[in-house]
Antibody, heavy 123, light 108 residues
Framework: QVQLQESGPGLVKASQTLSLTCTVS??????????WSWIRHHPGKGLDWIGF???????SYNPSLESLVNISVDTSKSQFSLKLRSVTAADTAVYYC???????????????WGQGILVTVSS | SYVLTQPPSVSVAPGQTARITCGGD??????VHWYQQRPGQAPVVVVN???DRPSGIPERFSGSNSGNTATLTISRVEAGDEADYSC???????????FGGGTKLTVL
């Protein structure tokens, strides 16, 4: 059974870069038909998709964050990472990594999630 | 971009049936997935592809999708069902996922 685990600082200063890593175990990060994703959850609000990456490095980002986000993958370590630049208080949230299953016909859904990591942006 | 609309909250007494809606333009033409998020826990999919239940999800959870509304139905609601529920579809125009705003289910 696949397991995902987020890691990184829980506190980031405003205007700096948020950096998180997700370690995948129990499944091959190079398996086809999977996009490795980042999603965040602001307190009291809905889930907010940030972006995803394939094992080949193909990426897609939420248009509202695209200019500030970079997602990369290190298949040798079975990890993928998130960098979010120029953070503000509005970026305070719980950040999740998740496995997106890609199925023909756009039946794509997130079947496994990490436990999440709270990141607070301080002024 | 594609927008999904959910009611902020739904309340139901134990043993009753809860229905949580997810509205979107012609959502019946899309596959809808539902996630349960208990406080302090990661989301878990309870229904995928409109009406499929992943292994381990009780039969009390079911889904339907037609026209402009998808519905998650929870029968014989229990205290442990209290959580936030979010719907998700794939925006085929922009080729990325979209989430609804989430609905907080309160068990009275």
């Amino acid at each position: 059974q696949v397991q995902l685990q987020e890691s990184g600082p829980g506190l980031v200063k405003a205007s700096q870069t948020l950096s998180l890593t997700c370690t995948v175990s129990g499944d091959s990060i190079t398996r086809g038909g999977i996009y490795w994703s980042w999603i965040r959850h602001h307190p009291g609000k809905g889930l907010d998709w940030i972006g995803f990456i394939s094992h080949r490095g193909t990426t897609s980002y939420n248009p509202s964050l695209e200019s500030l986000v970079n997602i990369s993958v290190d298949t040798s370590k079975s990890q993928f990472s998130l960098k979010l630049r120029s953070v503000t208080a509005a970026d305070t949230a719980v950040y999740y990594c998740a496995r997106l299953v890609v199925v023909a016909g756009a039946h794509n859904w997130f079947d496994s999630w990490g436990q999440g990591i709270l990141v607070t942006v301080s002024s | 971009s594609y927008v999904l609309t959910q009611p902020p909250s739904v309340s139901v007494a134990p043993g009753q049936t809860a229905r949580i809606t997810c509205g979107g333009d012609n959502i019946g033409s899309k596959s809808v997935h539902w996630y349960q998020q208990r406080p302090g826990q990661a989301p878990v999919v309870v229904v995928n592809n409109d009406d499929d239940r992943p292994s381990g999800i009780p039969e009390r959870f079911s889904g339907s999708n037609s026209g402009n509304t998808a519905t998650l139905t929870i029968s014989r609601v229990e205290a442990g069902d209290e959580a936030d529920y979010s719907c998700q579809v794939w925006d085929t125009t922009q080729n990325h996922p979209v989430f609804g705003g989430g609905t907080k289910l309160t068990v009275l």
